[in-house]
C-alpha cells in the first residue's frame, strides 16, 4: 500500500470528526484570520499593493492563539522584511549582473536559512529569511533593471507590512490576552489529574498530550506573555507557580503512576479539591488555603502535597518561591557535530536549484511556486516529507477546486472590493479551522489557502485569469514531486533516526532535571515531556516512508519501550523531587548521607547522558552501564548513630522507596538499550 493510499485509508468518518471538532479557542482563531485576510484584501486592493496571495497568506503564518504572540510576529516580519530589502539591494548592486553569483547566494541564502532552522531555536524563521534572500536573488531573471528590482524589492515589503498591521490590529481588539490562555492551560492540568484519580475513560492520553504538545504551546506563549502585560509581578508569579504545580502533578500522576494505590474514596477526596482550585484558576478566585493531609499510604502524601502544592498557587496567603529557569542554548547541543543539519540545508537547496533551473529554462516563470514549495514542504525525516507532502497536494487540490470554481461562478458576479475580500475571508475561515487542528491534517489548511488565494488574488481585482491559476497549481505540484526525489534519495533521514533523536533529547533535558547540582527546573520536566511526545508523533509517520530509509520494525519498538521507561523514571524523579518533606529530611541527615543522597542523584543525571550519547551514536559508550545501587542514604544514616524521630524514620523510608523505584526504571531501560 502506498504512503497515499494509507493516509486516504485512515480518514474515516470519526476520525475527521475527531480532527475537525471544535475545541476552545479554534473558532476565535480562524474568526481572527478570516478578519485579518478582509482586511489586508480591501487595504491591497485601494493602495495597489501586489502579491495580495501572498499577503494573505502571511496573515495564516503569523496569526497565533493569544495577542502578544501575533504582535511579536508581526513585528518580527516587518523589520525582517525591511533587513531583507536592505540586504537584498545591497546584493543585486554587485550581482545583478553575474549570473553565476546570483545563483551562489540563492543556494549560500538557501543552507544557511535551513541549516539555521535545524540546528538552532530561531526554527521557522530563519529558514523564512533564507527563502525571502534567496527569492530576491532570482528575481532579475524577469525584471532585468537593478532599478526596476529595487523597487520591486520596495514592494515586497509594502506586501509584508499591510497584513502584518491588520494581524496586529485585530489581534489588539479581538485576540485573547496570554496570561489568561496559561491559567487556562493550568486549569486544564489539574482537571486532567482530577480525571486520573477518579479512573475517567481516556484521562491518560488526554493527560500525554498536556504534558506534550500543549505544554510545548504554553511554554512558547511564555516567552511573550509579560510583554504586553501591565500587571503585578506578584499575580505574574502567582501563574508560574500554578503551571509548575500542576505540571508536577499530572507528570507524577501519569507517568509515575503515582496514586494508582490509593482508596477509591481518598483519590475521589482529592479530586473534588482539585476541581476547585481549577475553577479557581480560570476566574481568577482564591481558594481555601491548602490543607495538611495526614500521612496515609505511600503516594497518598505525595500526591496530597502536589494537591497542596496547587492550592497553594491560588490561596490568599501565597507566597513566591521563584527558582532560575533553564535557558535553551541558541545552538542545539548536536549542532555542529550532527551532519544531518547540514545535510538537510544542502537538500533544500538542491530541490530548489533544480526547480529554479526548470522554470527558467523554460522560461515559465508562472511555475515559480515549484521553488517557494521547496522552502516550505521541507522536514527533518523521509516520512516527516513525505506525510506534509502529502497533505500539501490533498490541500492544494482543494485549494485551487475552489479558486477555479470562484473565478468561473463568483468573480463574475462581484461588483466591489467588499465581495471579493468577503470571499477571501471564508475560504480563510474555513482554512484556518483545518490549520488550527493536530499536525496530521493542519498544513493541510495551510495549503488550501495558500492555492486558493494564489488562483484568486493575482491582480488588483477579482481575477479570470484560469492560465495563471493552472500554472501556480503545476508548480506546486513539481515542488512536491522534485522535493520527493531528492529526500527520498541524497542522505535519507529516517523515522528510525529521527525518534532516536527526540528520544535522545528527552534523556538529556531529564538529565539535567535530575543532576543535584543544577538543581530540578519544570522546564526540564517540560521539555522531556515535549521530547517524547514529538519522538511518539515521528514515530506514527512510518506509514510514509519507503525506499533507501526502510524502516527497522524492531528498532522503532525498541523506542516505544525507551519512551515508556523514560517517563516511569520522570516519574519517579518528579515524585522524588516534589516530596513534601524532602527540604526538612535534607537538613537532617548527617554529612555522609546527605553526600551518598547527592552521590546517588549525580549518578543518576550522568546515566542519563550517557544514556542519550548511546542512542546518538548506536552503540554502547564507555560508562553507559547502571553500576549505582540504592540503600547508600540508609546505610550512611545507620553508620552514623544518629537517633532518627518517628516523623523523618517515615520520610527517609520514602526516600530510599523513591530511589529504589529510579533504579529500577533505569535497569530495565538499560536492558531495553
Not at 100 to 110: D, K, N
Not at 434 to 460: D, E, H, K, V
Not at 527 to 551: D, P, S
Not at 603 to 631: K, T
Request: glycine content about 8%.
Amino acid at each position: 500500500m502506498t504512503s497515499v493510499t494509507a493516509f486516504a485509508a485512515d480518514v474515516r468518518p470519526r476520525w475527521l470528526r475527531r480532527e475537525l471538532a471544535a475545541y476552545p479557542g479554534r473558532d476565535g482563531f480562524a474568526l481572527r484570520v478570516a478578519l485579518g485576510c478582509m482586511l489586508t484584501v480591501a487595504a491591497a486592493m485601494t493602495l495597489s499593493v501586489p502579491e495580495t496571495a501572498v499577503s494573505c497568506y502571511l496573515v495564516l503564518y503569523a496569526t497565533r492563539e493569544d495577542a502578544a504572540a501575533t504582535i511579536v510576529n508581526g513585528l518580527r516580519l516587518i523589520a525582517g522584511a525591511a533587513a531583507g530589502v536592505a540586504i537584498g539591494a545591497l546584493v543585486m548592486r554587485f550581482s545583478a549582473e553575474y549570473p553565476l553569483t546570483r545563483t551562489s547566494l540563492m543556494i549560500l541564502f538557501t543552507v544557511g536559512g535551513m541549516f539555521l532552522s535545524s540546528a538552532t531555536t530561531l526554527g521557522s524563521m530563519a529558514s523564512t529569511a533564507g527563502f525571502v534572500l534567496a527569492l530576491a536573488v532570482t528575481l532579475f531573471d524577469i525584471v532585468p533593471l537593478p532599478e526596476l528590482m529595487v523597487r520591486g524589492a520596495l514592494y515586497m515589503w509594502e506586501a509584508v507590512a499591510v497584513p502584518m498591521v491588520a494581524v496586529i490590529v485585530v489581534a489588539l481588539f479581538g485576540a485573547p490576552r496570554a496570561h489568561v490562555l496559561l491559567r487556562r492551560a493550568a486549569a486544564a492540568r489539574i482537571e486532567a489529574a482530577a480525571a486520573l484519580l477518579r479512573g475517567a475513560p481516556g484521562a491518560a492520553a488526554h493527560a500525554r498530550a498536556l504534558l506534550g504538545p500543549e505544554a510545548a504551546k504554553a511554554r512558547g506563549r511564555l516567552r511573550t506573555a509579560w510583554l504586553f502585560y501591565s500587571g503585578d509581578a506578584y499575580y505574574r508569579t502567582r501563574i508560574l507557580a500554578l503551571l509548575d504545580a500542576s505540571y508536577a502533578l499530572l507528570a507524577a500522576l501519569a507517568w509515575g503512576g503515582a496514586g494508582a494505590d490509593l482508596r477509591p474514596e481518598r483519590a475521589q477526596g482529592l479530586a473534588a479539591r482539585l476541581d476547585r482550585v481549577a475553577a479557581a484558576a480560570i476566574e481568577v478566585r482564591a481558594s481555601p488555603p491548602p490543607r495538611h493531609d495526614p500521612p496515609d499510604l505511600e503516594h497518598a502524601e505525595l500526591i496530597a502535597a502536589l494537591v497542596s502544592d496547587a492550592e497553594a498557587a491560588v490561596s490568599p496567603g501565597f507566597v513566591a518561591r521563584p527558582g532560575p529557569p533553564h535557558r535553551e542554548p541558541f545552538f542545539h547541543a548536536d549542532a555542529f557535530d550532527n551532519p544531518d543539519h547540514l545535510r538537510f540545508g544542502l537538500k533544500t537547496a538542491l530541490a530548489a536549484f533544480i526547480c529554479y533551473t526548470i522554470y527558467t529554462g523554460l522560461d515559465w516563470f508562472n511555475i515559480h511556486t515549484a521553488m517557494v514549495t521547496c522552502y516550505f514542504v521541507a522536514l527533518s525525516s523521509v516520512g516527516e516529507t513525505v506525510h506534509k507532502l502529502t497533505l500539501r497536494i490533498v490541500g492544494c487540490l482543494i485549494g485551487a477546486g475552489l479558486g477555479v470554481f470562484a473565478i468561473v461562478v463568483l468573480a463574475p458576479v462581484m461588483t466591489d472590493v467588499g465581495q471579493l475580500a468577503l470571499m477571501a475571508g471564508a475560504v480563510a475561515f474555513a482554512a484556518a479551522w483545518i490549520a488550527a487542528g493536530s499536525p496530521r491534517i493542519s498544513y493541510m489548511g495551510w495549503q488550501i489557502a495558500f492555492a486558493f488565494f494564489l488562483c484568486t488574488l493575482n491582480s488588483f481585482g477579482p481575477s479570470f485569469d484560469l492560465a495563471a491559476a493552472r500554472d501556480r497549481v503545476l508548480g506546486i505540484l513539481l515542488g512536491n514531486l522534485v522535493m520527493t526525489v531528492v529526500f527520498t534519495s541524497v542522505w535519507p533521514v529516517g523515522v528510525q533516526r529521527a525518534v532516536g533523536r527526540s528520544v535522545a533529547v528527552a534523556s538529556r533535558a531529564l538529565s539535567r532535571f535530575a543532576d543535584p547540582v543544577s538543581g530540578a527546573t519544570g522546564d526540564d520536566a517540560e521539555r522531556f515531556g515535549v521530547a517524547v511526545a514529538e519522538a511518539r508523533r515521528v514515530g506514527e509517520l512510518r506509514a510514509f516512508e519507503r525506499g533507501a530509509a526502510t524502516l527497522d520494525d524492531r528498532a522503532l519498538d525498541v523506542a516505544a519501550a525507551e519512551e515508556d521507561g523514560l517517563e516511569r523514571l520522570a516519574g519517579a524523579l518528579v515524585a522524588a523531587q516534589r516530596a513534601p518533606d524532602g527540604p526538612a529530611l535534607d537538613e537532617f541527615l548527617p554529612e555522609a548521607a546527605g553526600l551518598a543522597e547527592m552521590t546517588f542523584r549525580r549518578a543518576v543525571s550522568d546515566w542519563l547522558a550517557h544514556y542519550a550519547s548511546r542512542i546518538e551514536g548506536g552503540s554502547a559508550v564507555a560508562n553507559s552501564r547502571w553500576g549505582s545501587a540504592p540503600g547508600a542514604v540508609l546505610a550512611a544514616v545507620a553508620a552514623s548513630g544518629v537517633a532518627v524521630p518517628v516523623a523523618f524514620a517515615a520520610a527517609l523510608a520514602r526516600r530510599d522507596v523513591a530511589d529504589r523505584q529510579i533504579d529500577a526504571s533505569i535497569r530495565r531501560l538499560d536492558e531495553v538499550g
